[in-house]
């Protein structure tokens, strides 16, 4: 079906920088709302940022004006760019697909939620 492959975590200084990049393989003919989601140890998994086809975007409070959410829709491909990283920003890093039309061998599927693997972003002096 959908596959999304996340890079591009790591470890960074406070008030550092990282680009998190989601890529959804397969043959994509459309995705909706590509987003990421972010859980910290003993924390509930919450919203970071969403972009749906038609530009909208949803950032949660804690990272507005910290992180910017892009897509390139003909690489089917979501980033994360985030700035002024600080340790409250340490987390797993999941991206997620809403809506993907997808082909099979003769026909077109429809996913409403994928997720990838998840990327952990550490923020440390």
């Known amino acids: 079906q959908v596959q999304l492959v996340e890079s591009g975590g790591g470890l960074v200084r406070p008030g550092g920088s990282l680009r998190l990049s989601c890529a959804a393989s397969?043959?994509?003919?459309?995705?909706?709302?590509m987003g990421w989601y972010r859980q910290a140890p003993g924390k509930q998994r919450e919203l970071v940022a969403t972009?749906?086809?038609?530009?909208?975007?949803n950032y949660a409070d804690s990272v507005k004006g910290r992180f910017t959410i892009s897509r390139d829709n003909a690489k089917n491909t979501v980033y994360l760019h985030m700035d002024g990283l600080q340790p409250e920003d340490t987390a797993v890093y999941y991206c997620?697909?809403?809506?993907?039309?997808?082909?099979?061998?003769?026909?077109?599927?429809?996913?409403?939620?994928?997720w990838g693997q998840g990327t952990q972003v550490t923020v440390s002096s």
């Open positions: 972009l749906t086809d038609g530009g909208r975007t």
């Open positions: 397969g043959e994509i003919i459309r995705i909706n709302t």
């Open positions: 997620n697909a809403k809506g993907v039309v997808y082909t099979g061998t003769l026909i077109s599927y429809y996913a409403r939620d994928s």
